[in-house]
T-cell receptor, first 115, second 114 residues
Framework: AQKVTQAQTEISVVEKEDVTLDCVYE???????LFWYKQPPSGELVFLIR??????QNEISGRYSWNFQKSTSSFNFTITASQVVDSAVYFC????????????FGAGTTVTVRA | DGGITQSPKYLFRKEGQNVTLSCEQN?????MYWYRQDPGQGLRLIYY???????QKGDIAEGYSVSREKKESFPLTVTSAQKNPTAFYLC?????????????FGPGTRLTVT
């Protein structure tokens, strides 16, 4: 069985502040895939990033960056210089290689960026 | 444009009625999924289908039914047996292969049953 924990329920920041979202996962598989999704107020989930368990390189995409650490089973997400458009619910998710149809989601972190 | 469509965006039904939610994709993905989202919660898997004419129960299948007669379509029926049907329903598709396992989501249908 696998589990994804997002301990932060809500985060509120002022525009231009950085915000880091925590994600801790559990799985018995040695090969697995981690994801972050964004859910804006419209409701549709938008895929942000996939990370394979055998690739621990951190990644940066514009103002977004991800820190993957297998040693602590964490896959944290940082938004740099936040903007009001970043306000959304962010979900961390995991798929184990042994069942690549079973996407397990964390409960989500609601980010509110105030102007 | 390739993507997933769900209709309608908002759906209202009376208790005791079955209702069918539509999901269509033109991404040529083999796998399709239905999730339920309740306020302040993550997504829970209802059903998924790996190929046409085959589907499996997810974590919360009771009170729901699906069919997969075409690759592009995966309709979900919320039956009167579902005790708490009011929720946001999301359809997704994927093509698990190689290193590509991400699921792509439709815009969702918000179902209200009174």
């Amino acid at each position: 069985a696998q589990k994804v924990t997002q301990a932060q329920t809500e985060i509120s920041v002022v525009e231009k502040e950085d915000v880091t979202l925590d994600c801790v996962y559990e799985t018995r598989d040695t090969t697995y895939y981690l994801f972050w999704y964004k859910q804006p107020p419209s409701g549709e989930l938008v895929f942000l990033i996939r990370r394979n368990s055998f690739d621990e390189q951190n990644e940066i995409s514009g103002r977004y960056s991800w820190n993957f650490q297998k040693s602590t089973s964490s896959f944290n997400f940082t938004i740099t210089a936040s903007q009001v458009v970043d306000s959304a619910v962010y979900f961390c998710a995991l798929i184990p290689r042994s069942n690549d149809y079973k996407l397990s989601f964390g409960a989500g972190t609601t980010v509110t960026v105030r102007a | 444009d390739g993507g997933i469509t769900q209709s309608p965006k908002y759906l209202f039904r009376k208790e005791g009625q079955n209702v069918t939610l539509s999901c269509e994709q033109n991404l040529n993905h083999d796998a399709m999924y239905w999730y339920r989202q309740d306020p302040g919660q993550g997504l829970r898997l209802i059903y998924y289908s790996q190929i046409v004419n085959d589907f499996q129960k997810g974590d919360i299948a009771e009170g729901y039914s699906v069919s997969r007669e075409k690759k592009e379509s995966f309709p979900l029926t919320v039956t009167s047996a579902q005790k708490n049907p009011t929720a946001f329903y999301l359809c997704a598709s994927s093509m698990p292969s190689g290193s590509s396992y991400e699921q792509y989501f439709g815009p969702g249908t918000r179902l209200t049953v009174t």
